[in-house]
């Protein structure tokens, strides 16, 4: 009898040994898959919010800001009833999106694109005073003084923009590091999105300040 039971105990003891080595194994490999879904949710938001920075910079590209805001002081001085006319532009609708989610981004970016995203919200709330009626019926010199505060508020944005683009663009490198895959997955969907935006470039106008 001790002679068939002991077989059997060793091979009970072996099972359940190589059972929770696959345990382990299908663990540390469901912890992978999820680290690796993880950093692709990632790098989906980086690249969705360097693309529509990039564009709010594009924006105004061949525009030069401080040159159009001392034009259009000009045009005060010569007619007291000068109005500009201030277009709003859509500058966070991909931030709109991810809001729920930005506690998945890295410490080091998150406050930076908070930053970037409430000075942004800042300015079209700024442009909602400047074609409000409000504006129109102040005083020529207030309206002009008021204009050219938003004129550095857009210079100021160029260099938030840029600035978050190089931090996001140091970020991405540094998770295609450590990722190999999820930086063949960037490189592709970035060749899309590249081939996409300029199938779009030729159809846009002039911006206007």
Known sequence: MNEWLAPA???AVVSGGVQRVGLIVAHR???RLERSRREEKIIDFLIAI???VQANVDRFRGVHISESGRQIAE???DDPAYTPFVPRYSSSLVFEQILKEIHLLPNEITAAVVRYYKAEDYILKFVD???DAKYAALSTERR???HADYIQLLLDSQLRGQDLLSDLDTLIKAIDTRSPSIARLR???AGLA??????RGAKHDQPRI
Do not use: M, Q, T
């Open 9 to 11: 105990v060793i091979a």
């Open 29 to 31: 490999g469901n912890l």
């Open 50 to 52: 360097r693309a529509e």
């Open 75 to 77: 045009l005060f001085s």
């Open 129 to 131: 005073d400047l074609r």
């Open 144 to 146: 002009s003084a008021i």
């Open 187 to 189: 490189a592709e969907r």
């Open 194 to 199: 590249g081939r996409l935006w300029r199938r």
